[in-house]
């Protein structure tokens, strides 16, 4: 499993997981060391630590369903001043526009307790999309801009 | 990789029952935390703590749980605080909302005096 999109240069990170739950602090450990390293405040770099460890939970979750010999895929790339990250799944992909959680509805049990970690990326990164790659993955693409 | 249940140390203080919870909170702390809500719940306390480690790494599969916990409370009509928590996590549990139904304190200190001074 590669991610086409990325072009690997020193300034391009892949991170090649297994789908299952608690490999996301791998990927997040290895993303704040980057971060860090270019230039990203501590605040920002826990932003950036909670968005990309929910897009690997859903990845896992949704995206590969499970499956024994799935894949997770970290793409994290800075150019322009932006840190580009990148969480591809072999699955179908899910719900992009799930309506955000509504937390009186869950405590009345009117809805499930889900959806905090879309809802969760959105707020937290500058853009948030989902993609089909023509290699056949789901992407979860996530960017913020180094400010200040 | 495997998550260890989370160690929840259970507190008396006075009226309040503060849940020491050490670890990570993630879905897998279901079964920790029900089971120490549970058994805080034996001394019908109208007060509870809900204490985290300041370095917790919380995602969303811990906020369901505790929203979860937080809806039990609510039907047993218990105030909720909180404290322990990052600056991070303090900005992501206002932004998902757990600040309608709990009060995030600064420091355990904190939370213990105001939690005593109400009825």
């Known amino acids: ?148 | 990789m495997n998550q260890r249940p989370n160690e929840v140390k259970i507190e008396s203080h006075g009226d309040i029952i503060l849940l020491d919870i050490h670890g990570d909170v993630t879905a897998f702390s279901e079964p920790s935390l029900n089971s120490a809500y549970a058994s805080a719940k034996e001394s019908d306390p109208k007060k509870i703590i809900l204490k985290f480690e300041e370095s917790a790494y919380i995602n969303s599969g811990g906020i369901a749980v505790l929203i979860q916990v937080l809806a039990q409370t609510r039907r047993n009509n218990q105030k909720i605080g909180i404290t322990g928590l990052s600056d991070h996590f303090k900005k992501v549990f206002n932004m998902v909302g757990i600040t309608k139904f709990a009060t995030i304190y600064p420091t355990r200190q904190d939370a213990l005096s105001a939690m005593s001074a109400v009825p």
């Open chain 1, 1 to 148: 499993m590669r991610a086409e999109t990325t072009v690997p240069d020193d300034q391009t990170v892949e991170l090649n997981l297994p789908s299952k739950f608690g490999y996301e602090r791998i990927a997040i450990g290895g993303l704040a060391e980057f971060a860090k390293s270019v230039g990203f405040s501590s605040p920002r770099i826990e932003d950036l630590k909670t968005s990309v460890a929910e897009a690997c939970i859903n990845a896992v979750q949704h995206g590969n369903k499970g499956k024994p010999d799935a894949r997770v895929l970290v793409a994290i790339t800075f150019k322009e001043n932006t840190l580009f990250i990148s969480v591809f799944d072999e699955g179908g992909g899910f719900k992009a526009e799930l309506k955000d959680p509504n937390i009186e509805r869950i405590i009345d049990n009117l809805d499930p307790p889900v959806g905090f970690g879309v809802f969760l990326m959105k707020r937290l990164m500058d853009e948030v999309e989902f993609n089909r790659t023509s290699n056949h993955l789901h992407e979860v693409r996530m960017t913020m801009k180094l400010t200040g």
